[in-house]
Each structure stands twice: as C-alpha cells, then as structure tokens.
C-alpha cells in the first residue's frame, strides 16, 4: 500500500478535471493548492503550467513529484480520465537526462511475478495499445515489412531521450539501407496526432491513420523507433526495435541501441520489463469502481472498451431496433448512432427482425443480459454483434464461429481469465436474465428439460427435427427412459408475453415434475444433466461442467463439449476445441457491454459485479408503467415491442 503524497497543483487543466484528481487521490497523489503541499506535482514536461511548477518548487525548496500517462492509457487519445499513470520522484520515466524511478526499478532487475507473465501474453494477444479505438477494417499493407514510426514535433519523449531532427533522418536512412538488404518494403507511420519529422521517399510505402497499431505490428518484421512507445510495443510483440534515441525501454538487451546508455546496466527479460513499468512503477485505477486496481485489472478494462469501441467506430444506422431499448442501444453502440436510414453509416441491425439491409451487422442479447426479461421492457446491459451471419443461426457461417476457433489459440493467460470469469457468474448465482426464484426444494438429482419460447429464432434456424417443447419432453424421456426429469417452462412463457406453453398433464407424461419460477442458482447443484433443443441454458449449464445433450443447433453445440442428436452440423462445426475457447468468445469476445450504473462500455467482469450487487434491471419511467401493463394488455404486445 502506497503512502499518500500531498502535492501542490499549478495546473488549472487537473484543477478542473475532477476525474484525475480523484485517480490520483486514489492512487497515492492528493493535489492541494500551492503552499499546502509537501511536494510539487508537475504532469508532463512541457506547457506553462509545468514551468510554473517547477518555479515554484525551486522557489520553496519543495521536490518535485512527476506525472505522466502510463503505457496503457485510456480508449480515446482525449478520454479525460486516464486508466493508469506513472509517478516518479526524480524526474520523468521518459527523461533519459538522469536517473528516474523507473529506471532504478529496472537496474534492479526485479523478479517477474505471474501477473507480469499474463500482462506479457495478453497485450499482443488483445491488440493493446496505448490508445485502444482503432476502428475495425483499416488494415495496414500486407507485410512482412519494415516499419518507420515517426513521432509528433514538440513530444517531450523526443527531447527527454536526447534525439533531435537529426536522429529521424539517420534513421530513416539506416531503416532504408536495412529493407533493401533485407528486400522488403519500408512503411512509414506517421503520428496521427500532429505533424512529425519524416518525409516519405521514393518508394516509401505511407501507414494509413487509423491502423490498429498492433495489427501493423503484428506484420512487422523490423521495428525503427526513436522513442515512440511502438518500441516498447514491439518487444512485446516479440520484434527487436532499433532504437535512435534513449527511450526508457532501451539499454536492458531487449533492442538494438543506436545511442549509449551507460547508466544501464541490467539485461532484462521481457517479463521484466513488464514487471517493473507496468506492475510495480505504474499505478492503476478502475473507474467503475472509483478504487486502485492492479495492472491486469487496467487490461482487462480496457480490452472491454476499447473492443467495444473499435467494432462501433464508424457511423451507424440501427433498425429494428424497438423504440423503448433504443437508449440502452445508444449506450451500447457509442458515439454517433441513428435509429432510421441514412447513407454513408454503417449498417446494423436487429437479428431476429426482418429487413436487414445487405451486408448489415447484426445485433442480438448478449449473455449476462440484465436483471430481468427482455419481454418485461428491462433495457440489456449487453448485445452481441456480428459482421457475417448471427451465432444462433448454424446454417451460415458467423463471426462467433470465426471467433471460438481464434479463441482456441489465445494463450493461457486468456483462457485462465475466461475460467475465472465463469466462476463469478457462478459464486454470484447469475444467468442471461438473472431472476429472482424459489427454492425448488430438491433431494437427489434430475435431468433438466427447459422449455423455450416456441417462435425463437434460434429454433427457426437451428432447432433440428425437434422444435416444440412437448417433442422435447418426448425426446428426453426416449434418451433417458430411468431418468428423474425436471421441466423448467421459459420464464416469458410462465409469463404469458410469449407462445410455448404446454399443459401440465401433456408436460407430466413426460417428466416427473414442473420447476416455475425456480431459482436457478439453488437448482444448478441439482442438475446432473440437460437435455435441450437450443436453449442458452445448455451453455450455462457447460460453464459449470454439466453435461449436456443437444437436438438442435446451439451456438455451444459441435465443439466438442455437448453431446449432438440433431441433424449433423456443417463441417466448419466440427472443430473441438477447449471449454475455456468457448467461454471467451461467448462472454468477452462476442459481446459488448455497458455498465448500468456509469452508463459507459465495459468488460464482463464490471458487469457480473453490477448484476451480483442488484443492479442492471433500471427501467424508465415509460418501459416500467408498459411493463406493469403488459399482464392485462398481452394480446397488444407486439405493439410495444416493436
């Protein structure tokens, strides 16, 4: 636990954002006005707020306590609140004049933990930047290729490395001396914040702007930095970076220095590296929670986001989207989203509605949906989105299917996450809608048999030979004829707000009993096995490792993870792959989410928090007089769900 540290503020910028003052209260940094503080705070190098405060702390006789964003920083470059900073009582991490903090931590040489190892794993594998909204679809030339970065004019990183304008034209020309020895391209990226200090070539191939940063890494056979953090970056995408200037990743064996560095002393792994600037040096903080948190907390956070970001960074249209979820929809899509047509956005739309615009990204729930019924009018605090087909709809190729597979070889670090994620959800007892129950008050166990809304979608497209719940119950008993059956009828079914009922008599035929309105989360111990067409709780019932039989096509069924009745699945289907691969695509990959409480987008983790504590079933005034309504007025349904 870090001590707190007054220190007085001369910036009228921090002053007015209440967001960092309270990330940097939070995290060891209290500002107060000058004259009060023990130390002297000064954000960056540069500006005339910083030499104001480094006056008055020569004035006083006061050290200097410096700030500056740390590596992982936020989803938008103007995002006023920073998810990390970096702390240094010597000077800048990025002021290669002298020694800093950072730097004494790195010459020890520390000893990398298992959080260093993960962070090492997941930032290429999530694509991590320092900024995180590069839109989908921008890709850079195909590689491989040698990569130029330039840097912004006036960058403190430049002078704080000692580099000046020379040191991008010796660059430029060793980077072109070594691609053409090498015979590949030179592709220069250009700052997309301001102009720089390269002029492309003849022959010089031209970054586009708006290039996810990893994936033009990922090409790079070469890396040529002075000190843009693409260096940093691009160690741990696995290049060695030339470097042409001090940077504060330089000089511990993991680049080719151009520039010497004598107060460097330790070789370090990457790990290392890691372990000092990100898990001991920097200081992280979970704006959902207005607390610290630790480094993997900060990836977690803004893998969430700035995913969510990236697939929604165009214009969009949305239709077929019911008027009364349109603001949740709003939240969910981001920035710039319209609910009529309109050319030149891109088109999203809802999956089960028809008039789906060609080439429309389709819209759906997503898991961890909400506490309470979509049908009740209780706004989703997720959607899955998805750019060629639907995840229900087995019988075209999907994103979500594109994805399980991309899943499977994420490192472990991911797939632990993926695990810890699902034993949340089940120490907090939740499910897609989260309702409350009884106790259904069982001994022993029994088969679970639920029933599902009989005009879903995901039995239209996926339902196999068995598509009504009585044939359901008919097919259970056949497969399990000793079997101790529970039928458990869909809560919107119990409800009246949608078709599938079936009459206790026809139902007890078949099984041994009725479970309404049970508590699910009392039920799950229960269960030793289910039986079910296509419903979602034949995934939830995979997460908690119950087996489970399907007779339709669910997007969790032909990984090798269910038992299959149905009808053979498409080839493209029949991949196995690790329980862990299917719980990261469903439930961090697939989805997007907003958090009901800051209204912002975020990762499940923030999300089973929200739900666990009672939150997540917010209704407006309007979708809460509808809902109460709706038992009296259910023939007119369709009406308000439009």
Request: charged share 20%.
């Amino acid at each position: 636990m870090r001590s707190t540290v007054t220190a007085e503020c001369y910036s009228l910028g921090l002053w007015r954002n209440r967001g960092i003052r309270r990330m940097l209260a939070a995290t060891g940094v209290q500002l107060c006005l000058p004259g009060q503080g023990e130390a002297v705070a000064v954000w960056g190098a540069n500006g005339r707020a910083s030499a104001r405060a480094m006056r008055a702390a020569m004035r006083q006789g006061k050290p200097l306590l410096w700030l500056e964003d740390a590596p992982l920083r936020s989803v938008y470059p103007n995002d006023p609140l920073p998810i990390g900073v970096w702390v240094d009582h010597q000077r800048l991490a990025t002021d290669a004049s002298g020694p800093s903090d950072l730097e004494d931590r790195l010459n020890a040489a520390p000893v990398p933990s298992e959080a260093a190892e993960h962070l090492c794993a997941l930032w290429p594998a999530y694509g991590l930047s320092k900024f995180n909204h590069w839109p989908e679809g921008v890709a850079p030339p195909e590689g491989p290729f040698v990569l130029l970065v330039d840097q912004m004019r006036g960058d403190a990183a430049v002078a704080g490395a000692g580099a000046t304008a020379d040191s991008f034209a010796r660059m430029h020309a060793a980077a072109r001396a070594y691609a053409e020895k090498a015979g590949l391209p030179l592709l220069i990226r250009a700052h997309p914040r301001g102009a720089g200090y390269l002029t492309a070539r003849d022959g010089d191939w031209i970054c586009p702007m708006a290039a996810h940063p990893a994936h033009v890494l990922q090409q790079a056979a070469a890396v040529f930095t002075v000190s843009s953090q693409l260096g940093f970056e691009a160690i741990l995408h696995g290049v060695r970076p030339h470097v042409f200037g001090a940077a504060w990743y330089a000089g511990w064996g993991l680049s080719e220095d151009q520039v010497p560095m004598p107060r460097r002393v330790a070789r370090l792994t990457p790990e290392q590296l890691v372990q000092a600037a990100l898990i001991d040096h920097g200081r992280w903080y979970d704006p959902f929670e207005a607390r610290p948190c630790d480094a993997l907390r900060a990836v977690v956070l803004l893998h969430g986001a700035g995913r969510a970001a990236q697939r929604t960074a165009a214009p969009i249209t949305a239709t077929g989207i019911s008027g009364w979820k349109r603001p949740a929809i709003r939240a969910l899509l981001g920035r710039d989203v319209r609910f009529s047509p309109a050319s030149g956005r891109v088109p999203f739309h809802w999956a089960t509605k028809p008039g789906a615009p060609k080439g429309a990204v389709l819209i759906e729930d997503g898991p961890l949906r909400s506490r309470g019924l979509g049908a009740a009018l209780v706004p989703p605090c997720s959607i899955v989105l998805d750019r060629q087909g639907i995840h229900f709809d087995a019988t075209r190729p999907s994103e979500f299917e594109a994805m399980v597979r991309a899943a499977e070889t994420l490192p472990r670090a991911a797939h632990l996450r993926a695990d810890a994620l699902a034993q949340a959800i089940i120490a907090a007892g939740l499910s897609k809608y989260s309702l409350p129950g009884r106790n259904p008050q069982l001994e022993g166990q029994v088969l679970l048999v639920p029933g599902q809304v009989v005009d879903d979608a995901s039995l239209r497209l996926g339902g196999g030979l068995v598509r009504d719940n009585l044939a359901l119950l008919s097919a259970a008993r056949d497969l399990h004829p000793k079997a101790h059956i529970a039928y458990r009828p869909h809560p919107d079914v119990v409800a009246g707000l949608r078709p599938g009922a079936v009459p206790d008599e026809a139902v007890l035929d078949h099984a041994d009993m009725i479970l309404v309105d049970t508590d699910l989360s009392a039920l799950w111990p229960h269960i030793e096995r289910v039986v079910t067409m296509t419903s979602t709780l034949g995934f939830e019932a995979l997460m908690r490792g119950i087996p489970v039989e399907c007779l339709g096509w669910p997007f969790y069924a032909g990984w090798g993870q269910t038992v299959d009745h149905g009808p053979p699945l498409p080839e493209r289907r029949r991949h196995p792959v690790r329980c862990t691969a299917l719980l990261h695509t469903a439930l961090i990959d697939y989805p997007v989410y907003r958090d009901p409480v800051t209204g912002r987008r975020t990762a499940p983790e923030v999300i089973v928090s929200r739900l666990a504590a009672g939150e997540g079933g917010a209704q407006s005034l309007a979708q809460r007089l509808l809902s109460q309504g709706q038992s009296a007025l259910t023939p007119f349904g369709p009406i308000w769900r439009r």
